[in-house]
């Protein structure tokens, strides 16, 4: 089973970028389709990306597509999450998941979780 850890979230303005980390170990992040997915107060968890383990291609939902990117640094068994142009609407605690498997997108998907970093976007 693969650990996660998340960093990089913090309180950013309005129009604003961060990096979201996720650190991998235990097992090579680079055998796993990565998702991201963000908690608001009150909301279900929501999905924001994911990348394939082979070819690295990536899928974003309407309401970040352009905004957000992840990325793999295999050596560093990391994977991340560019946020640009954020919006007070992204503000939530945002996780990373992990799955051996092909499959959707959703919560269900993903057997491994980090234990997430809150994001704070400030109008």
């Known amino acids: 089973q693969v650990q996660l850890v998340e960093s990089g979230g913090g309180l950013v303005q309005a129009g604003g970028s961060l990096r979201l980390s996720c650190a991998a170990s235990?097992?090579?992040?680079?055998?796993?389709?990565i998702g991201w997915f963000r908690q608001a107060p009150g909301k279900e968890r929501e999905f924001v990306g994911s990348?394939?383990?082979?070819?690295?291609?990536?899928y974003y939902p309407d309401s970040v597509k352009g905004r957000f990117a992840i990325s793999r640094d295999n050596a560093k068994n990391t994977v991340y999450l560019q946020m640009n142009s954020l919006k007070p609407e992204d503000t939530a605690v945002y996780y990373c998941?992990?799955?051996?498997?092909?499959?959707?997108?959703?919560?269900?998907?993903?057997?491994?979780w980090g234990q997430g970093t809150q994001v704070t976007v400030s109008s």
């Open positions: 235990g097992r090579t992040i680079s055998s796993y389709r």
């Open positions: 998941a992990a799955s051996l498997y092909s499959g959707g997108n959703s919560v269900s998907d993903f057997g491994s």
């Open positions: 990348a394939l383990r082979i070819g690295g291609s990536t």
